[in-house]
């Protein structure tokens, strides 16, 4: 049953978050996937940025809310708000950038000790469009995100690769997770079946002192 009848009605409310150290992309990946828009200039995030959308998956309507929150330690918001009620999460680093990377078992450890139980992770190395940087090889990311029980995936908010997959798969996955755990929890109910996931164009950024309706996505 839905929350609500109207056009914001949803049946499932994901809290979505993103971490990294600062610079290394998390705002342009949202701003990516939210608006389709990049720019190369950007100023450090300040407090926090939200974006929300909503998308189906097996008839259900799913409100997915983005947090974006500062990278730098003195513009962080306070953390055990920001982790409460995730359901998933985006740790990025820039693939330019070994301390970037480094500094993933920190923002991990950090993300571990805020929620509550497990939560779906996608390790996200940004910026592969600068291919004669590179300083983290992805065969080396990837056994660490193996061995963490991550995700991986490369992106480039740049070149506009690979973000909305990032974003697809990691939603997908929090929602098969959440309706496992449902049937596990009261067995007698059927597992749906899987269906296509139709992204809706209702997206709207929420920065902090303006709000702007966005663009079509799909
Ligand atoms: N070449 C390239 N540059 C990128 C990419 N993504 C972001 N950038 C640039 O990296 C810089 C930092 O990007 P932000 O999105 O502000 O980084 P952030 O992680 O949100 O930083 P904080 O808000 O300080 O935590 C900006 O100059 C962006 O234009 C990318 O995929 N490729």
Known sequence: MSISTSADAYDYLFKI???????VGKSSILLRYARNE???ETKPTIGVELATNFMTIDSKRIKTAIWDTAGQER????SHLYYRNSLAAFIVYDITNYNSFRNVTK????LRENVNGDINVTLVGNKKDIR???AVTTEEAKEFA???NLEFIETSALESENIELAFKNLIEKTYFTLIQKKTETQPNQQRPARVNMIMHSDFTLKEPEKKVECCKLI
């Open 107 to 110: 923002w991990l450890t950090e």
């Open 38 to 40: 990049f720019y190369r």
């Open 132 to 134: 004669h940087l590179r």
């Open 75 to 78: 513009f962080k918001a306070a």
């Open 146 to 148: 193996q061995n963490e």
């Open 17 to 23: 978050i993103i971490i990294g150290d600062s610079g």
